[in-house]
Nanobody, 119 residues
Framework: QVQLVETGGGLVQPGGSLGLSCAVSGTFFSINAMSWYRQAPGKQRELVAATSPGNTRYADSVRGRFTISRDNAKNTVFLQMNSLKPEDTAVYYC??????????????WGQGTQVTVSS
């Protein structure tokens, strides 16, 4: 059974910084993409940043302010968020895509962590 455990998040003032992490545990074949999504009240879940071998991409709204990184040895993905704005307020979810031995793909979600940007 695979588990994704998110840590970080909380309340920060506009212009501040926060870091999120998502650690993968359990039994799996291999990891492909690791991503962060967010969902604000009344809005659809949206992709914030994603990283896979040789490719990293960001939503236009966070490019230049957020940085996604991963530690493959620890099966952990991070999201460093700088220059936070009130519109970044949302529940943030990590998403990890795994390869099965037949190279089909499955994905798991973290439990979500609240990020609130407010003065």
């Amino acid at each position: 059974q695979v588990q994704l455990v998110e840590t970080g998040g909380g309340l920060v003032q506009p212009g501040g910084s926060l870091g999120l992490s998502c650690a993968v545990s359990g039994t799996f074949f291999s990891i492909n993409a690791m991503s962060w999504y967010r969902q604000a009240p009344g809005k659809q879940r949206e992709l914030v940043a994603a990283t896979s071998p040789g490719n990293t991409r960001y939503a236009d709204s966070v490019r230049g302010r957020f940085t996604i990184s991963r530690d493959n040895a620890k099966n952990t993905v991070f999201l460093q968020m700088n220059s936070l704005k009130p519109e970044d307020t949302a529940v943030y979810y990590c998403n990890v895509q795994f390869y099965r031995p037949d190279f089909s793909v499955t994905q798991y979600w973290g439990q979500g962590t609240q990020v609130t940007v407010s003065s």
